[in-house]
């Protein structure tokens, strides 16, 4: 299945340098100007996520934008959580700093190819129902009966979808394979995955933890199914940020996801020490401190102050958000 290329990656020209201190000075003031409200995931850059109101993963994020009460939502993550912002506030104006901060995992998923895919299973078959992992396009949401995140998706498996049905996981494999082996439940696997998890390097992380005697690894879900047997500790975001926050002993935890959520789990347990988990790259196979998603480094001080500034880019409604409406109110606020 082909990759779409709904939000390829575009050089653009670097911005002159700004001081952060007055960048962020500027959005203060905007925020009160134009009734607004930031919510930042846990994978932006630090200084986002200080003056953002709102931070958090992709769960308590989808929960937070139902609580809003200013009349605009800038949302600084990926296109699919602004997306969902907007189906959650249908009244607001959701805006994004970057409209090209794409998901490779959604666009590992185009809504065409999923809904040719479910037509065939059903003409073999099968009776099943499509749980999707939220880093999805509305559309893509639309078609499915359940969304989760990687906080809430072994419960929801577990407790809403009926054991006499078939389930099609999309679109992580290594989400949904480690999702096979701690429900028991077996799944039909879309081959996608996340272009930043899939990269980190077993060899440096077993070498990383020999040089650092009592230490953890935190791993991400998304991560191949080798780094997950290898780690101390499996979770989302916020499960990581609770899990260090409950160890007072200082400990050095190696952390493998997006390296931006090295700031969170920093400032819940700064007793610890925190190491990225290097990735390597595939056409050389040199290692690299490549553990930085190219979308989520979209979002910047000065997009942030821009889009709230000139009131764009912004989220507009489409049809189909009102099916990933009711799904996504079933899945992640019931």
């Given at each position: 299945m082909s990759q779409s290329n709904l939000f390829p990656l575009v050089d653009a020209p670097e911005a002159p340098y700004e001081d952060p201190l007055d960048l962020m000075d500027e959005i203060e003031r905007l925020k009160v100007e134009r009734d607004a409200s930031i919510l930042a995931h846990y994978y932006v850059d630090g200084e986002i996520q200080d003056i953002a109101d709102y931070v958090g993963d992709s769960l308590k994020l989808a929960r937070d934008a139902t609580n809003v009460k200013t009349s605009t939502i800038v949302f600084s993550g990926v296109h699919f959580m602004a997306e969902s912002a907007k189906i959650m506030n249908p009244e607001k104006r959701v805006l994004i700093p970057d409209l090209l901060a794409g998901c490779s995992l959604?666009?590992?998923?185009?809504?065409?190819?999923?809904?040719?895919?479910?037509?065939?299973l059903r003409a073999e078959g099968h009776d099943f129902e499509t749980v999707a992992y939220i880093n999805t396009s509305a559309a893509v949401k639309s078609l499915c009966d359940w969304i989760v995140t990687s906080g809430n998706a072994r419960e929801l498996i577990e407790q809403k979808v009926p054991r006499d049905k078939e389930i099609l996981f999309v679109p992580d494999q290594h989400l949904g394979r480690y999702l096979m082996e701690v429900t028991?439940?077996?799944?039909?696997l879309w081959p996608g995955s996340c272009m930043v998890h899939e990269i980190f390097s077993l060899q440096d992380m077993l070498?990383?933890?020999?040089?650092?005697?009592?230490?953890?690894?935190?791993?991400?879900?998304?991560?191949?199914?080798?780094?997950?047997?290898?780690?101390?500790?499996?979770?989302?975001?916020?499960?990581?940020?609770r899990h260090v926050a409950s160890?007072?002993?200082?400990t050095t935890f190696l952390v493998a996801t997006e390296v931006n959520?090295?700031?969170?789990?920093?400032?819940?347990?700064?007793?610890h020490e925190f190491v990225p988990v290097p990735g390597i790259m595939a056409d050389s196979g040199e290692t690299c401190a490549c553990n930085r998603c190219p979308h989520m480094a979209r979002n910047t001080l000065q997009k942030v102050r821009d889009c709230l500034r000139d009131g764009q880019p912004e989220i507009e409604w489409q049809s189909y958000f009102d099916r990933a409406r009711e799904v996504l109110e079933r899945s992640l606020l019931n």
């Open positions: 959604a666009d590992s998923c185009p809504p065409d190819k999923l809904a040719a895919f479910q037509e065939k028991g439940r077996e799944m039909i070498r990383a933890k020999r040089k650092n005697p009592g230490s953890q690894v935190l791993a991400h879900p998304e991560c191949p199914e080798n780094i997950l047997h290898a780690a101390d500790f499996v979770g989302g975001t916020e499960k990581m940020r160890i007072s002993e200082p959520m090295i700031h969170p789990l920093k400032l819940a347990a700064p007793q």
